[in-house]
């Protein structure tokens, strides 16, 4: 928290990325903030909360690259002391300078909203508690990159400064090694490709992002994929990001109309409409309950040690959830042909 000469408090800052065409800060923020409405962003500018580079700007005021946007009120912001639990984190790997996490589907890796205890950040400051990039008012201590609640996979958390910076470089030249497992709805035409557009917050629910229409409405979002195995009605892909936008996955394949199997927030828990057959309703039912989130999962994290600067690489196996689903959809097309295409 910053407070400033004038009594206000430093709420809400972000740097505009140097890809950054003209924007109004208006629609700058309500891209990037949960829950805002422009009308809200538009009160806030008309008092002098918004301020670009530590001056206040009218909510017309065109954002540019480089520019330093914040949203200043006249009160702290809200702080929630971290509660340290100790959470049975599934720790890969651990040395002196970083951690990688398997985090189990349904865990949220941050405090926020509605989730401010058994997060993984609550079981971090559990494990250790005097983590230097550790402040009370920085909700995701030694967090470099997060992924969603309902997606496992492997993360990175940085256990110095040194790290912090070194591995955050690394994630904005894009020389991170990602890449995830996803089941996706539908048989997907081509082999291997390449999603790139801009994705921005749903005008419709800020809980989920879309592709926007204008690229200056939102951050542009690259990722790479390949088909690992056919099945008719479902398609296994592997996807490497090139950039990490929030739920980039999810929304560029709900965009491709292949949504994620079972992804809730992109429409991948209803029975897509490829046969009307009984038994294929059935199937899809009890594999649901098999797997009851998005068939999604960081299975590969490869990146420069900060201190050894030699490149380290993880693997982690898909989870029990995901691979049985995996097989159930094997063997139901093994036993049906079908002509999707």
Not at 203 to 218: F, L, M, N, T, Y
Request: proline residues 5%.
């Amino acid at each position: 928290m910053q407070e400033h000469s004038d009594e206000f408090f430093e709420h809400y800052r972000v740097v505009a990325d140097p890809n950054q065409g003209p924007l109004r800060v208006d629609k700058f923020l309500q891209n990037r903030l949960l829950n805002a409405s422009r009308n809200r962003i538009q009160n806030s500018a008309k008092s002098g909360f918004v301020r670009v580079n530590e001056q206040p700007v009218k909510s017309n005021y065109k954002v540019k690259a480089g520019d330093t946007v914040t949203l200043v009120l006249p009160h702290p912001p809200h702080n929630r002391e971290l509660i340290p639990q100790e959470l049975n984190l599934d720790i890969i790997y651990e040395d002196e300078w970083l951690l990688i996490l398997n985090k189990s589907a349904g865990m949220v890796v941050h405090p926020g909203y509605g989730n401010y205890e058994g997060t993984v950040v609550n079981g971090l400051v559990h494990h250790f508690q005097n983590l230097p990039s550790y402040k009370s008012e920085v909700p995701r201590p030694g967090l470099v990159h997060r992924i969603d609640k309902d997606t496992s996979g492997l993360l990175a958390i940085a256990k110095t400064e040194e790290t912090m910076t070194h591995l955050a470089n690394q994630f904005f030249h894009h020389t991170i090694e990602r890449a995830y497992f996803a089941l996706v709805w539908g048989n997907v035409k081509e082999d291997e490709g390449t999603i790139d557009n801009y994705l921005r917050r749903s005008p419709q629910d800020r809980k989920v992002v879309s592709v926007a229409k204008e690229p200056e409405d939102g951050k542009r979002a690259i990722t790479h994929y390949k088909v690992l195995e056919r099945y008719g009605f479902a398609t296994a892909v592997e996807c490497r990001l090139e950039t990490g936008r929030t739920h980039q996955i999810r929304a560029h394949f709900k965009h491709l109309g292949h949504p994620l199997f079972n992804d809730s927030g992109y429409g991948g828990d209803r029975i897509r409409s490829f046969t009307s057959f009984n038994r294929f309703k059935t199937f899809v039912e009890n594999t649901f309950k098999v797997c009851s989130r998005q068939a999604l999962h960081a299975g590969v994290l490869g990146f420069e040690h900060p201190h050894t600067k030699e490149h380290i690489r993880f693997e982690q196996a898909l989870p029990p959830d995901i691979a049985e689903a995996q097989e159930r959809f094997r063997k139901f097309a093994s036993n049906y042909e079908t002509d999707l295409d």
